[in-house]
């Protein structure tokens, strides 16, 4: 059992900057962001392959969020951050890191994700 824990949401204005991290307890092979804004389904925002880290193809991106925020993950391939620039107030949701034991950095279906942390905050006023 693999847990997660994410940490960095907040408060911020559009346009501002604000970084999220989340820490696995074991190795798997995909990490991914996901979001949630209320009365809508958790969607998948952006995710990164271990496997795959410094080739090309090793992150995926929602169309929506390309150019703008940033996946990444640090050498002993546990953690995982997600740096968000030029935040809108539609970007406003719960956050959530999951893991996966599938090695497709496409995946984007929430059901092929194993583990998953509680979320952290992220409200954007305008």
């Known amino acids: 059992q693999v847990q997660l824990v994410e940490s960095g949401g907040g408060l911020v204005q559009a346009g501002d900057s604000l970084s999220l991290s989340c820490a696995a307890s074991g190795r798997t092979f995909t990490m991914a962001w996901f979001r949630q804004a209320p009365g809508k389904e958790r969607e998948f925002v952006a995710a990164i392959s271990w496997a795959a880290i410094g080739w090309p193809g090793d992150r995926y991106y929602t169309d929506s969020v390309k150019g703008r925020f940033t996946i990444s993950g640090d050498n002993a391939k546990t953690t995982v951050y997600l740096q968000m620039n030029s935040l809108k107030p539609e970007d406003t949701a719960r956050y959530y890191c999951?893991?996966?034991?599938?090695?497709?950095?496409?995946?984007?279906?929430?059901?092929?994700?194993?583990?998953w942390g509680q979320g952290t905050q992220v409200t954007v006023s305008s």
């Open positions: 999951a893991a996966s034991k599938i090695r497709s950095v496409t995946e984007t279906r929430r059901e092929m994700y194993d583990y």
